[in-house]
RNA sequence: GGAGAGGUGGCAGAGCGGUUGAAUGCGCCGGAUUCGAAAUCCGGUAUACACCUCGGUGUAUCGGGGGUUCGAAUCCCCCCCUCUCCGCCA
């Protein structure tokens, strides 16, 4: 019998190990109560075996008084008067026996429902243990910094001013005076945080993604994939996003009607991505898996209230292209994807010449999902706390954010590889997962309007994605 | 939005109350035949969980969950999902 629904976290080693997840969720500062549920665990399983050898003696039972039922109906339709009465009390005898058993299996069954809700509910919050190796924090504040990259002649410790020779403006302020976007329409239309790109801003938007996109499939060998942005609950579940983020997802009221299935906009193509092959058993000769989309990200920021409210940063809409690995189950074998992908986005950031940090995230900034992740951020001269003469001082702000979740998401989304290859009589495995970003638009906007601004209030078109803005290498003020 | 059909193993497709975990075909694996291959023939080929003397044993699974029955893939109820036709529409 399948115990478990939902697929969450391994129930064997959540047995044998139970300090290993409850170390976890106090990691992650969560508050999931482990002991509760080995505990529902044990006893839903000691109900479970008591049923399983009662039924094992039913169906023996069963087996037995099958043929002696038939004979003795076949003796009562021959029979008269008291044999008649004699038969019919033998037949109800034969049933008497099974017929006690099941009352007593029913009674157990009973009892294993009225388990069942709580444990599942439970499992499906038990999150991803952080691996050893990522350091302990309460959050991002605590993440510790790996690296940082910044072009020919940018000096980490001198501010842009000096750096550039002039004060930088903001990206909100270049968007205005170049004709970028237009946050009060796009509020009037759609309401707060909201926006319109314009001219220029949208073709650059456009140019940016596209030309992420294109490296990924051309030079870094991703399959290129469109997928569904409105998906099923099943699909937020099994990513992971569900049940902890459920107040992050847009639910569609609508697809409620009519005997639809609730549906959801998802935020990120993560989900559309992962969703591929729920419920697959691939080939292992198949993996990895290396998928690329590009789609439109939906994110309600509840709780972000009064964060981030100007500008670009902090959006409930953007694009992104989202990159994805499906491989075997290993871990040295998901820490080098790992690096791989973190190497593409580095690589990309190079070429575009932004400045940027590598962060190792801290367990308590690692979302359930995850056993390990790296942020990426940039370099935006236009953030930061204002100084005295009420300018910013400029601040790192997150692009990019590589994560690792070893079988976390694919146990959940019931996606396994059986090895030694399809047909074959290998064992099935439940894969490895990983994904990171790989641009997303209009955030990238920021660090490339405020690090390629000039002192005349242009901005230079970053030379990698000249191509996809019709060749033009500047955007200037209208005239 | 209106009306109808249907969900069975990797796939196709039987079965519609009693050794049916499930015919048959395809696919796949092993073997025979062959110089080798094709074709042909023979054998094998689901998953999950639990126990285990690692050889096996038990339980469950024919979309999911209940029910009827001594016994359910087969009968009844609820839910989920898919498809078709009409309407509307990028």
Same mark, same amino acid.
């Given at each position: 019998?399948?115990?478990?629904?939902?697929?969450?976290?391994?129930?064997?080693?959540?047995?044998?190990?139970?300090?290993?997840?409850?170390?976890?969720?106090?990691?992650?500062?969560?508050?999931?109560?482990?002991?509760?549920?080995?505990?529902?665990?044990?006893?839903?399983?000691?109900?479970?075996?008591?049923?399983?050898? =009662?039924?094992?003696?039913?169906?023996?039972?069963?087996?037995?008084?099958?043929?002696?039922?038939?004979?003795?109906?076949?003796?009562?339709?021959?029979?008269?008067?008291?044999?008649?009465?004699?038969?019919?009390?033998?037949?109800?005898?034969?049933?008497?026996?099974?017929?006690?058993?099941?009352?007593?299996?029913?009674? =157990?069954?009973?009892?294993?429902?009225?388990?069942?809700?709580?444990?599942?509910?439970?499992?499906?919050?038990?999150?991803?243990?952080?691996?050893?190796?990522?350091?302990?924090?309460?959050?991002?504040?605590?993440?510790?910094?790996?690296?940082?990259?910044?072009?020919? $002649?940018?000096?980490?410790?001198?501010?842009?001013?000096?750096?550039?020779?002039?004060?930088?403006?903001?990206?909100?302020?270049?968007?205005?005076?170049?004709?970028?976007?237009?946050?009060?329409?796009?509020?009037?239309?759609?309401?707060?945080?909201?926006?319109?790109?314009?001219?220029?801003?949208?073709?650059?938007?456009?140019?940016?993604?596209?030309?992420?996109?294109?490296?990924?499939?051309?030079?870094?060998?991703?399959?290129?994939?469109?997928?569904?942005?409105?998906?099923?609950?099943?699909?937020?579940?099994?990513?992971?996003?569900?049940?902890?983020?459920?107040?992050?997802?847009?639910?569609?009221?609508?697809?409620?009607?009519?005997?639809?299935?609730?549906?959801?906009?998802?935020?990120?193509?993560?989900?559309?991505?992962?969703?591929?092959?729920?419920?697959?058993?691939?080939?292992?000769?198949?993996?990895?898996?290396?998928?690329?989309?590009?789609?439109?990200?939906?994110?309600?920021?509840? $709780?972000?209230?009064?964060?981030?409210?100007?500008?670009?940063?902090?959006?409930?809409?953007?694009?992104?292209?989202?990159?994805?690995?499906?491989?075997?189950?290993?871990?040295?074998?998901?820490?080098?994807?790992?690096?791989?992908?973190?190497?593409?986005?580095?690589?990309?950031?190079?070429?575009?010449?932004?400045?940027?940090?590598?962060?190792?995230?801290?367990?308590?900034?690692?979302?359930?999902?995850?056993?390990?992740?790296?942020?990426?951020?940039?370099?935006?001269?236009?953030?930061?706390?204002?100084?005295?003469?009420?300018?910013?001082?400029?601040?790192?702000?997150?692009?990019?954010?590589?994560?690792? =979740?070893?079988?976390?998401?694919?146990?959940?989304?019931?996606?396994?590889?059986?090895?030694?290859?399809?047909?074959?009589?290998?064992?099935?495995?439940?894969?490895?997962?990983?994904?990171?970003?790989?641009?997303?638009?209009?955030?990238?906007?920021?660090?490339?309007?405020?690090?390629?601004?000039?002192?005349?209030?242009?901005?230079?078109?970053?030379?990698?994605?000249?191509?996809?803005?019709?060749?033009?290498?500047?955007?200037?003020?209208?005239?």
């Amino acid at each position: 019998m399948c115990l478990y629904t939902p697929r969450m976290i391994d129930p064997k080693r959540l047995r044998e190990d139970p300090d290993h997840y409850k170390r976890g969720v106090a990691r992650k500062r969560m508050s999931v109560d482990i002991d509760r549920a080995v505990a529902l665990d044990a006893e839903r399983r000691g109900v479970q075996q008591e049923q399983e050898s =009662l039924k094992a003696e039913q169906n023996k039972l069963a087996k037995q008084t099958g043929p002696k039922i038939g004979q003795l109906m076949g003796r009562l339709k021959k029979a008269e008067g008291d044999e008649r009465a004699a038969i019919e009390a033998e037949i109800e005898q034969v049933k008497a026996g099974p017929a006690a058993l099941k009352e007593q299996i029913q009674a =157990l069954e009973a009892k294993a429902q009225e388990l069942s809700p709580e444990l599942e509910a439970l499992l499906l919050e038990i999150p991803q243990p952080p691996d050893n190796d990522v350091p302990d924090g309460d959050g991002s504040e605590h993440n510790v910094e790996i690296s940082r990259w910044g072009p020919e $002649g940018w000096d980490w410790a001198q501010t842009f001013e000096q750096n550039r020779g002039f004060a930088p403006k903001t990206h909100l302020e270049l968007c205005e005076s170049l004709g970028l976007v237009d946050f009060p329409r796009g509020v009037k239309v759609a309401g707060t945080r909201s926006y319109v790109l314009t001219g220029a801003g949208m073709r650059l938007h456009q140019a940016v993604l596209r030309y992420a996109f294109d490296r990924m499939v051309d030079q870094n060998g991703f399959s290129p994939m469109s997928v569904p942005v409105i998906v099923r609950e099943s699909a937020m579940q099994g990513t992971g996003f569900f049940p902890h983020g459920r107040d992050q997802a847009y639910l569609i009221e609508e697809s409620k009607r009519g005997g639809g299935h609730d549906a959801y906009l998802t935020g990120t193509g993560e989900v559309g991505l992962m969703g591929i092959h729920q419920d697959e058993i691939l080939d292992e000769a198949d993996l990895p898996l290396k998928y690329v989309t590009v789609s439109t990200c939906f994110r309600r920021e509840a $709780g972000a209230a009064g964060r981030d409210t100007a500008g670009l940063y902090r959006i409930h809409q953007f694009d992104k292209v989202e990159q994805v690995v499906i491989c075997r189950a290993d871990e040295a074998e998901s820490r080098r994807y790992h690096q791989e992908m973190i190497g593409f986005v580095v690589d990309l950031l190079k070429d575009l010449g932004l400045p940027h940090r590598l962060l190792q995230c801290c367990s308590g900034d690692l979302g359930p999902k995850n056993a390990d992740m790296i942020d990426v951020e940039c370099w935006m001269p236009g953030r930061g706390d204002d100084s005295p003469d009420g300018r910013p001082v400029g601040d790192f702000g997150e692009t990019h954010s590589a994560s690792r =979740l070893y079988d976390f998401q694919c146990r959940r989304l019931n996606m396994r590889y059986r090895e030694g290859g399809a047909g074959g009589k290998g064992a099935t495995t439940i894969c490895h997962s990983l994904n990171n970003t790989v641009a997303a638009s209009p955030r990238i906007l920021i660090p490339i309007l405020e690090m390629y601004q000039n002192a005349d209030g242009s901005v230079t078109v970053p030379p990698a994605v000249r191509s996809y803005m019709g060749g033009i290498d500047a955007i200037k003020p209208a005239e």
